[in-house]
């Protein structure tokens, strides 16, 4: 498929809609494990963006969920209440507030990203060496698209 992906331009996008399908459907696949958390999907989506993210205002947080801040707010509201996120006064701006994971935060959404790779990590062992080479080599050319800048 690479080498007629680089002579027809029609073939360049079949991999690209291929490549889309397969993402959202691994993930789906991997999601089924979120519900052991205890947290919605929403709020484990929130407290992600706040761990690897953060520390960041209601608005940044928003924005990086593609919601509005008034949808936003009970997210975050809900995560303070449950002890997994804390917010603090904005030293630049008294009126803005600045979200950060606590110490059982993390540990959730470790424990959520630990039962995916396990899960994951099953299905990896089920391949031929071959195979998982290949998921290998993917995995960091996928790795390098995330990164660029479009």
């Known amino acids: 498929m690479a080498v007629r992906a680089r002579k027809n331009p029609q073939a360049v996008e079949r991999l690209a809609e291929a490549l889309h399908a397969a993402a959202i459907h691994l993930l789906r696949r991997l999601r089924r494990d979120d519900p052991a958390s205890g947290l919605s999907p929403a709020r484990l989506s929130a407290l992600s963006v706040i761990v690897f993210g953060g520390p960041l205002r209601v608005s940044d947080l928003a924005r990086a969920e593609q919601v509005r801040v008034p949808t936003m707010t009970p997210i975050v509201a809900a995560l303070e209440q449950d002890g997994l996120v804390a917010r603090e006064a904005d030293p630049a701006d008294a009126r803005a507030w600045i979200l950060r994971a606590t110490a059982a935060g993390r540990r959730v959404l470790e424990e959520a990203r630990a039962r995916r790779v396990a899960t994951l990590a099953a ?7 071959a195979e998982r080479a290949v ?6 050319l996928l790795e390098g698209l995330s990164r660029r800048r479009g």
């Not at 998921?135 to 960091?140: Q, V």
């Open 123 to 129: 299905e990896l062992r089920r391949l031929s060496p």
């Open 135 to 140: 998921l290998a080599d993917a995995a960091a």
